[in-house]
């Protein structure tokens, strides 16, 4: 894995660390090491996400102690995940701190240094409401993302995405899954295999 030397993935709102498809990446991405992270509220075994600041200070407080265990620097680390554990670690990436009101812009402090980031059926915005975006600290990412998306998701579609990435000024690659909703249900090989190599190109 040329240029990195660890994954670190995070789960959707909805799930845990121990869905499917991030042990899929962790089986296929052996012996690179690999680390699944639940937030805050699941271990305490709460439905509701916590606030983006507590999953922000998860995000980086997970990453910087899996890159000591390691003893490396976050930088030469890929993060990621599902849904709303890949926004968060976008958010971290480009510095934002989630403490903004709704409606107001973005407060952004240090960005979270890593190698880049791998963003697993990104919500865009929510189902039906495309009006509310999940964009203004994409401008702020500097380093290489990676998009798997379905083409039937209702979180963003495909022509969505495609315009509102263009706001990371780094590389961009995206992955379309056909016929996919959101879960990207049955697509676990497929997904593993996409993260793996483009964790692989990494340069």
């Known amino acids: 894995m040329s240029g990195a030397k660890g994954l670190v993935l995070f789960p959707g ?6 869905h ?3 042990i899929a ?13 639940d937030f805050p509220y699941r271990r305490a075994g709460k ?7 507590v999953l922000l200070k998860c995000v980086r407080d997970e990453v910087q102690a899996f890159a000591r265990q390691y ?13 709303m554990g890949g926004r968060m670690c976008s958010m971290a990436a480009a510095g934002d701190t989630g403490t903004a009101k709704k409606g107001d812009l973005p407060v952004f402090g240090d960005p979270l240094k890593v190698r880049g980031l791998v963003l697993i059926s990104y919500p865009l915005h929510p189902p039906a409401h495309p009006e509310k975006l999940r964009i203004a600290h994409l401008s702020r990412i ?8 379905g083409t039937n998701d209702p ?16 590389e961009v ?16 090989a497929e997904i593993a295999e996409v993260v793996r190599e483009w964790c692989q190109n990494l340069r």
Request: glycine share 8%; no cysteine.
């Open 47 to 53: 439905r509701a996400p916590d606030r983006a600041p």
């Open 155 to 170: 979180f963003g579609s495909p022509a969505e995405l495609k315009k509102y990435v263009k706001k990371i000024p780094s």
């Open 71 to 83: 003893g490396v620097r976050t930088s030469s680390l890929v993060i990621g995940g599902r849904s």
């Open 20 to 22: 499917s498809s991030l």
């Open 13 to 18: 709102a909805g799930s845990s660390a121990d």
């Open 25 to 37: 990446i962790e089986e296929l991405m052996q012996p690179v090491p690999v680390a699944r992270f």
């Open 142 to 149: 500097s380093v290489p993302v990676l998009f798997v998306h």
């Open 173 to 188: 690659s995206l992955h379309f899954i056909e016929k996919s909703r959101h879960d990207l249900k049955g697509k676990d």
